[in-house]
């Protein structure tokens, strides 16, 4: 399995972004995506996450109300929408899958990781 984020950039507090993370090669009937971040210093960290069979999501608590996580299930594509976004959302972007049907929290939970799309928050 492959995932490929993308979709980072450089935006003003305030502004949106949609980050994207589309999954090739080998992938299973059921798994969750899950997107973490790690800013510079600090620890990787839960951000959201969706199965991809039904629609279970579950987002970490300073991103709840600003970012929307969604899927395209025949693209293989999970979308990660951000609005109101504040300087300390400021990290590294990476999205993971795990296989089953739960939204976990965890990052050692997940299996497959891309590469990180950065996202950068200016005040």
């Known amino acids: 399995v492959q995932l490929q984020a993308s979709g980072g950039g450089l935006v003003q507090a305030g502004d949106s972004l949609t980050l994207s993370c589309a999954a090739s090669g080998r992938t299973f009937s059921n798994y969750a995506v899950g997107w973490f971040r790690q800013a510079h210093g600090k620890e990787r960290e839960f951000v959201a996450a969706i199965t991809m069979i039904g629609d279970n999501t579950n987002y970490a608590d300073p991103v709840k109300g600003r970012f929307t996580i969604s899927k395209d299930n025949a693209e293989n594509t999970v979308y990660l929408y951000m609005s109101s976004l504040k300087p300390e959302d400021t990290a590294l972007y990476y999205c993971?899958?795990?296989?089953?049907?739960?939204?976990?929290?965890?990052?050692?939970?997940?299996?497959?990781w891309g590469q990180g799309t950065q996202v950068t928050v200016s005040s």
């Open positions: 993971a899958l795990t296989r089953g049907i739960r939204t976990l929290t965890t990052a050692s939970a997940y299996d497959y």
